[in-house]
């Protein structure tokens, strides 16, 4: 398997359908949140819905170079969540999510493995491996915070 796939395999374990890592992953930790639980503020800690925001904001940012773009995302504007208000709009929201979650995982599928250790946009940004390793981190690490903010709302909604 090349490292490409691995890494495509690895990314779609912690956002669509693993288990391996976390005993978890996004959709598994979403299939049962309502748009209430996911707007709902504890204390000074992010909602369910910004993190939700925030992780595909970079997906779909790293996404758009991929397909060829420019890399137009910018750390100030990734928690920038228009207000959500309806279970309609959490569910635009986590289908957004899904869908650019493939099409990553998709791409890196894609990628020859030569490219990996090519420069990505610009040298201050590494190479496409580091951005996508970063990724799969990044990933990992507002899925833990999900899961802790998932069960403090189910905590104190007993």
């Given amino acids: 398997m090349s490292t490409a796939s691995q890494l495509a395999k690895r990314f779609r374990e912690v956002m ?30 992010n909602t369910i819905a910004m993190l939700t925001f925030h ?20 750390d100030q504007f ?8 309806s279970q309609e709009q959490w569910e635009s929201l986590l289908n957004k999510l899904w869908s650019d979650s493939e099409k990553f995982a998709t ?18 940004y590494g190479t496409y491996l580091r951005n996508i390793d970063g990724m799969i981190e990044h990933a990992y690490y507002h899925l833990g915070q999900i899961t802790l903010i998932k069960k403090m709302i189910l905590f104190k909604h007993k």
């Fill in 55 to 74: 992780i595909d904001y970079y997906i779909a940012g790293i996404l758009n170079v991929f397909e060829g773009g420019d890399l137009e995302i910018k």
């Fill in 107 to 124: 791409f890196l599928e894609q990628i020859p493995d030569s490219q990996l250790n090519e420069v990505f946009v610009d040298e201050k």
């Fill in 16 to 45: 669509l359908d693993g288990v391996w890592i976390a005993n978890t992953n996004f959709k598994n930790q979403f299939s049962d949140v309502t748009w209430e639980q996911a707007t709902t503020k504890i204390a000074d800690v």
């Fill in 78 to 85: 990734s928690f920038d969540l228009p207000p959500i208000e």
